[in-house]
């Protein structure tokens, strides 16, 4: 289906709905704890920001009356809310002391039932259960080379590749096998698996997506925990412990759950710098989460901060208000004002808009029309704080720009004096390979206006201005061995992306 370009009119484009950049998944693993599924469950709940198209949980017990160890699970499209609304699911079918669940935002493949995750199977070494969170950027390649082989796919995502690559390896034992597995891959992947026995989890040699450990002391030793952000653990009452680190692989077990240790394995042997997704940061990850082992309301508070130094409003007459548009503008609107206050003018942070969390992502809204009904019914703004005021508005970032013109139309409503736009990240330009969902590159605001002026002017603000690299760059954590993506913005692809990698394997 085509329809009119957001930027003119003249241009046919494919109707994808987007003005943010789509979240990805969220995984969350448990182990040691008898209430596994409900932990993972409440995990995932905790991570539903991530993905809200589908979800899934796999526990592992021991079948007494077969005297062997067997997987439950239970998946369906929607929210964890809606998808474990049966009762009894999550303490009579998911049974066990080990648990895997999945959201599910589909960048790769149809948001068909097959494809929801965790993937189970049983092969030669037993059970394995598996649940992946970014995208591969050579699955074509594997994927045509093992159906060759002889493989049947049952879905079409890449996700399931792991599970070709595991059972067809050679090696003896389960790690080894995995380890095979991964070293075949390319792109980004933060993978929660289950065995009979372990709890098994990498992420790939760059690290692109985030994975953490947490912990819970229990009278006979812990319980351990997995997930994308550490929100999973806040609601567990789970301590958070550490990041996996990017090329690892950790293994808890029997002895983790008794001693406490964890056993640690490298994918490749030369740990490369990683890559971790700065957008992460910017956007995605919840602020009170610690993810790549850093808090993510500090980061974003820097970013606020920086964007105060790069581009501080002058007032000499009223007191400026910064206004975020919330959630995800929150955290660095309290640094923009702070700093703005100490190098500018005088400045207040002011909840100027008040978001409805009742409503759909605006992403999802059918047509142009509907966008501005969807916009009004998510945000509202308070005239009080707004009217005859310089604003300044922080959000996180552009994208299409077709929510921006709707929520600064929204505004102006409130009679402002100006209103200053400032975006805490560069301009996005470039599309994601890694497991986040941006509309295609001819959609994107940044790439059909010249500079960030014309594209304030078409947005309809006083003035506009997005974070640069270089301020990004000194925003977020620097440590030995650890670097960043920021492909989206740069074009600078830390990772080989192969060349058919937009043909569709849906069709
Ligand atoms: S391209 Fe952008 S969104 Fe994707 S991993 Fe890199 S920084 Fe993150």
Do not use: W
């Not at 077969?66 to 699911?89: H, I, Q, T």
């Not at 759950?257 to 971790?276: D, F, L, M, Q």
């Not at 074009?491 to 992306?497: F, K």
């Amino acid at each position: 289906m085509y329809k009119s370009h957001p930027n003119n009119p003249k241009i046919k484009i494919k109707a994808i709905e987007i003005d943010k950049a789509k979240p990805n998944c969220a995984v969350v693993g448990v182990y040691g704890h008898p209430n596994a599924a409900l932990m993972t469950y409440y995990g995932l709940h905790a991570l539903q920001h991530r993905g809200q198209e589908a979800s899934g949980i796999t526990s592992v017990y021991f079948d007494t009356e077969k005297n062997k160890k067997r997987f439950a699970y239970k998946k369906g499209m929607g929210l964890v809310l809606d998808v474990f609304s049966e009762n009894g699911v999550l303490i009579d079918v998911l049974k066990g002391d080990m648990a895997v669940g999945h959201n599910r935002y589909s960048t790769t493949g149809s948001s068909s039932a097959a494809n929801i995750q965790p993937f189970n199977m049983i092969y030669s070494s037993g059970i394995l259960c598996l649940a992946h969170n970014g995208n591969l950027t050579n699955a074509k390649t594997i994927r045509t080379k093992l159906i060759n082989e002889g493989s049947i796919f049952q879905t079409t995502t890449d996700s399931e590749l792991f599970l070709h690559l595991i059972a067809k390896s050679k090696e003896k034992s389960v790690i080894e096998k995995i380890r095979s597995a991964l070293k075949e891959t390319r792109g980004a992947y933060s993978l929660v698996m289950l065995t009979d026995n372990e709890l098994i989890a990498a992420r790939d040699p760059m690290g692109i997506r985030p994975l953490s450990i947490g912990r819970l002391k229990l009278d006979d030793g812990y319980a351990y925990m997995l997930a994308s952000e550490s929100a999973a653990f806040d609601i567990n009452n789970f301590e958070y412990i550490r990041t996996i680190m990017h090329n690892e692989i950790v293994v808890i077990d029997e002895e983790t759950r008794k001693t406490g240790k964890i056993k640690s394995y490298k994918i490749v042997n030369e740990t490369p710098i990683s890559a971790h997704c700065i957008f992460e940061y910017v956007y995605f990850s919840r602020p009170d989460s610690k993810i790549f082992g850093h808090s993510v309301d500090k980061v974003r508070r820097k970013l606020g901060k920086s964007l105060a130094e790069e581009s501080p409003l002058f007032d000499s007459e009223d007191k400026i208000r910064a206004i975020p548009v919330p959630d995800s503008g929150n955290t660095a609107t309290i640094g923009y004002a702070r700093v703005n206050s100490k190098i500018a003018s005088p400045t207040l942070f002011e909840l100027g808009l008040i978001r409805s969390h009742y409503v759909g992502r605006t992403f999802i809204s059918p047509g142009q029309n509907n966008r501005e009904f969807k916009v009004k019914a998510k945000f509202n703004p308070v005239k009080g704080v707004i009217e005859n005021r310089n604003i300044v508005l922080v959000d996180d970032s552009i994208v299409r720009g077709t929510t921006s013109k709707a929520l600064i139309r929204l505004v102006r409503s409130a009679k402002p004096k100006s209103i200053h736009l400032k975006i805490t990240s560069p301009q996005v330009k470039h599309p994601c390979y890694y497991g986040m969902d941006f509309p295609s590159e001819e959609e994107l605001i940044a790439n059909y206006y010249p500079n960030e002026e014309e594209i304030g002017k078409a947005i309809g603000v006083d003035s506009l201005h997005y974070l640069s690299e270089k301020k990004l760059m000194e925003s977020v954590p620097q440590e030995e061995g650890i670097g960043y993506c920021t492909a989206c913005f740069t074009g600078i692809y830390p990772v080989e992306i192969e060349d058919n990698i937009n043909d569709s394997i849906d069709d």
